[in-house]
């Protein structure tokens, strides 16, 4: 069992910056991904970025590659978003992902992903 918590959502104005966490707890060590994610109101849910837990290898949606950045700590088992130059179509709620699975990519899609967390707002604000 794997359990995803987000914390770090917030309301901030355009240009501004802000970091999201997701703390893992359960089965975190089989962990191969752990991503982000996010869904807008009457969209689908979008790939922002993800991560290998092992090699910290990296993949960024076309969306945010420059501006987010990806990291996490092992030995806590925390996966980090840290979003700059926040834009307000960057306005959604952002999920943490995780998945078991091993595999050469990084998944991009949601259905790539098996746990999910719960979700924390962003609103950025013009």
């Known amino acids: 069992q794997v359990q995803l918590v987000e914390s770090g959502g917030g309301l901030v104005q355009a240009g501004g910056s802000l970091r999201l966490s997701c703390a893992a707890s359960?089965?975190?060590?089989?962990?191969?991904?752990m991503a982000w994610f996010r869904q807008a109101p009457g969209k689908a849910r979008e790939f922002v970025a993800a991560?290998?837990?092992?090699?910290?290898?990296?993949r960024y949606g076309d969306s945010v590659a420059g501006r987010f950045t990806i990291s996490r700590e092992n030995a806590e088992n925390t996966l980090f978003l840290q979003m700059n130059n926040l834009k307000p179509e960057d306005t959604a709620v952002y999920y943490c992902?995780?998945?078991?699975?091993?595999?050469?990519?990084?998944?991009?899609?949601?259905?790539?992903?098996?746990?999910w967390g719960r979700g924390t707002q962003v609103t950025v604000s013009s």
């Open positions: 991560i290998r837990w092992s090699s910290g290898s990296i």
């Open positions: 992902a995780a998945t078991l699975v091993v595999a050469t990519w990084i998944g991009s899609r949601p259905s790539d992903y098996a746990y």
């Open positions: 359960g089965r975190t060590f089989s962990s191969e991904v």
